[in-house]
């Protein structure tokens, strides 16, 4: 991971010939997954108790073939208890976009913490 702070994360994935699609370019499902750790990530560093974070909902808008490098950034725009709301974007070694993402995550935490649903006294 190239940086994780407060509400924002960043990821880099060199592609390698397996990473890759019948035109040379990354595979969409690359660029998928990168979004969705970036975004789950940027989303965790909100809640110090979370243990994890499970994806909920999850678009990809592709815009431009990714080549050599991919960038991923995601930014967490507001979390809550339980859910949380991200977008970010991947880049390619060039810095040309290559998608748009928007999540959301539902932030999971140990059992019995403040942040768990199943903590005694909630439903």
């Known amino acids: ?23 040379g370019v990354a595979h969409g499902g690359v660029v998928t997954t990168l979004a969705d750790i970036a975004l789950a990530v940027a989303a965790l560093t909100t809640d110090a108790s979370a243990r994890g974070a499970l994806t909920v909902e999850l678009n990809v808008s592709f815009i431009g073939p990714g080549r050599g490098k991919l960038v991923a950034e995601g930014r967490c725009l507001k979390a809550g208890r339980t859910l949380a709301f991200s977008e970010g974007e991947i880049r390619d070694r060039d810095g040309n976009l290559v998608a748009k993402a928007v999540g959301t995550f539902q932030l999971r935490h140990e059992r019995g913490s403040p942040g768990d649903a199943a903590a005694p006294g909630r439903r």
């Open 1 to 23: 991971m190239a940086l994780r702070e407060k509400g924002r994360a960043v990821l880099e994935q060199p592609l390698r010939p397996e990473l890759l699609n019948s035109w």
